[in-house]
């Protein structure tokens, strides 16, 4: 069965939001708000609404300030705002749209003209949600790819930053993973990759921390609010799991008979930060992995 998209109404005009109820219930999972401040405690829920129909026209909080916010959260920045007004001057319209809103529907309500509206913003919507799942998730294994890893890490930064909460990295790499694929062939390589991801994101917890493919065989987990011994008894977990796994290679040279990996592990102090931007960050993990696959791999360093 389709999943229904999920509109949220801010309204502070109880026989509005009944109308559009009656237009769109049929369709649509509906959410309502009697204010801005209600509106926009509603958007930030998650799952957040696929798509907003705004009043201009509210007590308190109006619909362009409403607006505005939404468009400055990280969380609804990205959703579809439908301004539905009996304003009908140019210049309001216009002031909307400037705003980020994506239409502008004034009353009364004509209902057919209202579901095509939708619709076809809902379908621009999925287009673009899924054009930035390809760009920032990997094809092979479906986990975040580079270039998503590189928008979490710098959005976490700023958190860490501005919040003085910890942040921690784990550079991760398959030991002699080119072995494997020179001997087993690159089609079980690419198995393997997903068994190995699928391995570590078991044993990754909290909905916070990020797995990314950075590339190759290497990856990289964001541990948001972890301090350094916390990161290290993270990396021991997949370390475990991934022996538990038991992925067969005769070829690692470690004598080990199954793959193992080998971990860079680093952390920020937000009271005396030891880097001062996520590539330096990011790049001092990665010295932490090479240090380990010196001395010999199949280990965590830090």
Known sequence: MKTRSKLLIIDDEPINIHALDGMLHDTYEITVALNGKQGLNRATRMPPPDLILLDIQMDGMDGYEVCRQLRQNDITRSIPIIFVTSLTDEEDERKGLELGAVDYITKP???????????????????????????????????????????????????????????????IDIDYFKNYNDNYGHTAGDECLKEVVNTLKGALTRTTDLLARYGGEEFV????????????????????????????????????????????????NPVNPQWYCPVDFLDAADKMLFKAKKQGRNRIMS
Not at 134 to 149: F, M, S
Not at 227 to 256: C, D, K, W
Request: hydrophobic share 40%; glycine share 6%.
């Open 109 to 171: 309500y004509r209902p057919s003209i209202i579901q095509v509206r939708l619709r076809n913003h809902l379908e621009l919507k999925h287009k673009r949600d899924l054009l930035n799942h390809l760009c920032t998730h990997d094809a092979l294994t479906g986990i975040t790819n580079r270039r998503g890893l590189e928008l979490y890490l710098d959005q976490e930064w700023q958190n860490t930053v501005q919040q003085g909460d910890a942040l921690a990295l784990i550079f």
């Open 221 to 268: 987990c964001v541990l948001p609010k972890t301090e350094l011994t916390g990161a290290l008894v993270i990396a021991q977990t997949l370390q475990s799991a991934m022996f538990a796994r038991a992925i067969p290679h005769e070829y690692s040279g470690l004598n080990l008979n199954c793959i193992s990996l080998s971990f860079g592990v680093v952390a920020l």
